[in-house]
């Protein structure tokens, strides 16, 4: 691979048992109270807590059907967080996502009214029914954590996480999403159908009346995950672990020099350093959730496709042959020994 220079490991201070167990008991109820509203979609609950940990966003894509409003409700409502849900349509303007300002007559004033993206979970569904105009609104939100109506900005909650939803296969009336937007997703999870025991189980709830209700009961609180997004960013990550990543990354943008000829021209661009902060964000908050404080190769094999599958821009040759970004993926990790 490329000589890359030394990277400074940032000062840590080590995680204690007790801390370790306090992380391992929220992530567990929180958990508990998702398994019993959504059956399986193990990889969205993981998906959604590395994310929240991580103090990122994520965006979910699958046919209708698959829970994704259900379980960003659920996990909202486990945590005692502000919910809010934005039903994305070509009609949107910004003033229905951000606020607006408002005149009151009674005293020739104008107020601020916040929009809907002042809350900690903002689920914007379907989002790329929405113009690219409105889609730039979210930009400031997601990146800068703050709104500006009318000059004047306003912070919002925290915590703050957006979770984004599109379908795939319904491509009328829809806008394609620019790649600076995909880019401050920390992840893009893909659902898939259930299997046929999970959605008997699902036919067997409903008919429980188990699922009348979209919100679970709260098992954690906003200190909770706040707790757990500062002890992220104590997981200790090593230098190797750094060079592994910056190494990924770079194969990613120099497909031709490490990858077989036949797999280097589906690549047109490879990840920016978005991608790598996210693999270093979320690495260590897999590794929290596996009981660790520290950061093991494994944690970003295990993430290697939410990272990057919305990071890479594949070729039209690529697009054509229907090529998937996670076999790309797979055979940029194949070309970095692992540490």
Same mark, same amino acid.
């Given at each position: 691979?490329?000589? *890359?220079?030394?990277?400074?490991?940032?000062?840590?201070?080590?995680?204690? =048992?007790?801390?370790? =167990?306090?992380?391992?008991?929220? &992530? &567990?109820?929180? $958990?508990?109270?998702?398994?019993?509203?959504?059956?399986?979609?193990? =990889?969205?609950?993981?998906?959604?807590?590395?994310?929240?940990?991580?103090?990122?966003?994520?965006?979910?894509?699958?046919?209708?059907?698959?829970?994704? /409003?259900?379980?960003?409700?659920?996990?909202?409502?486990?945590?005692?967080?502000?919910?809010?849900?934005?039903?994305?349509?070509?009609?949107?303007?910004?003033?229905? %996502?951000?606020?607006?300002?408002?005149?009151?007559?009674?005293?020739?004033?104008?107020?601020?009214?916040?929009?809907?993206?002042?809350?900690?979970?903002?689920?914007?569904?379907?989002?790329?029914?929405?113009?690219?105009?409105?889609? $730039?609104?979210?930009?400031?939100?997601?990146?800068?954590?703050?709104?500006?109506?009318?000059?004047?900005?306003?912070?919002?909650?925290?915590?703050?996480?957006?979770?984004?939803?599109?379908?795939? %296969?319904?491509?009328?009336?829809?806008?394609?999403?620019?790649?600076?937007?995909?880019?401050?997703?920390?992840?893009?999870?893909?659902?898939?159908?259930?299997?046929?025991?999970?959605?008997?189980?699902?036919?067997?709830?409903?008919?429980?009346?188990?699922?009348?209700?979209?919100?679970?009961?709260?098992? =954690?609180?906003?200190?909770?995950?706040?707790?757990?997004?500062?002890?992220?960013?104590?997981?200790?990550?090593?230098?190797?672990?750094?060079?592994? %990543?910056?190494?990924?990354?770079?194969?990613?943008?120099?497909?031709?020099?490490?990858?077989?000829?036949? /797999?280097?021209?589906?690549?047109?661009?490879?990840?920016?350093?978005?991608? $790598?902060?996210?693999?270093?964000?979320?690495?260590?908050?897999?590794?929290?959730?596996?009981?660790?404080?520290?950061?093991?190769?494994?944690?970003?094999?295990?993430?290697?496709?939410?990272?990057?599958?919305?990071?890479?821009? *594949?070729?039209?040759?690529?697009?054509?042959?229907?090529?998937?970004?996670?076999?790309?993926?797979?055979?940029?990790?194949?070309?970095?020994?692992?540490?």
């Amino acid at each position: 691979m490329t000589d *890359l220079p030394t990277l400074p490991a940032p000062p840590a201070t080590a995680i204690g =048992a007790a801390d370790l =167990a306090r992380a391992a008991e929220i &992530t &567990t109820a929180i $958990s508990g109270a998702f398994a019993g509203k959504v059956v399986g979609q193990q =990889a969205l609950l993981r998906g959604l807590l590395v994310s929240l940990m991580s103090r990122g966003h994520v965006l979910l894509e699958s046919v209708p059907g698959l829970a994704k /409003t259900l379980s960003s409700s659920v996990l909202a409502s486990a945590v005692r967080a502000e919910f809010s849900r934005i039903q994305c349509t070509p009609d949107l303007l910004p003033s229905d %996502i951000i606020g607006t300002q408002v005149f009151n007559p009674a005293t020739t004033e104008f107020r601020t009214q916040l929009g809907p993206v002042h809350a900690n979970f903002v689920l914007l569904d379907e989002v790329n029914r929405s113009s690219a105009k409105t889609q $730039s609104a979210m930009l400031e939100a997601m990146q800068e954590r703050q709104t500006t109506i009318g000059g004047e900005s306003h912070r919002l909650p925290v915590p703050f996480m957006v979770l984004a939803t599109q379908n795939p %296969i319904d491509e009328e009336g829809t806008y394609v999403l620019p790649q600076a937007q995909m880019d401050r997703f920390l992840l893009k999870e893909v659902l898939d159908y259930p299997s046929p025991a999970e959605e008997a189980e699902v036919l067997a709830r409903i008919a429980a009346g188990e699922l009348d209700s979209q919100h679970a009961e709260p098992v =954690a609180s906003l200190d909770d995950v706040l707790f757990l997004q500062a002890l992220v960013e104590r997981v200790h990550v090593a230098e190797s672990i750094n060079r592994y %990543i910056v190494e990924i990354i770079n194969v990613t943008r120099h497909p031709a020099q490490f990858l077989p000829t036949e /797999t280097a021209r589906y690549l047109e661009y490879g990840a920016s350093p978005r991608g $790598s902060i996210a693999f270093l964000q979320a690495a260590r908050a897999q590794a929290l959730l596996a009981g660790r404080g520290h950061v093991l190769p494994e944690d970003v094999v295990t993430l290697r496709h939410p990272v990057l599958r919305h990071r890479l821009l *594949l070729t039209f040759e690529a697009l054509a042959a229907r090529v998937r970004p996670e076999d790309l993926i797979d055979a940029v990790f194949d070309a970095v020994p692992t540490p």
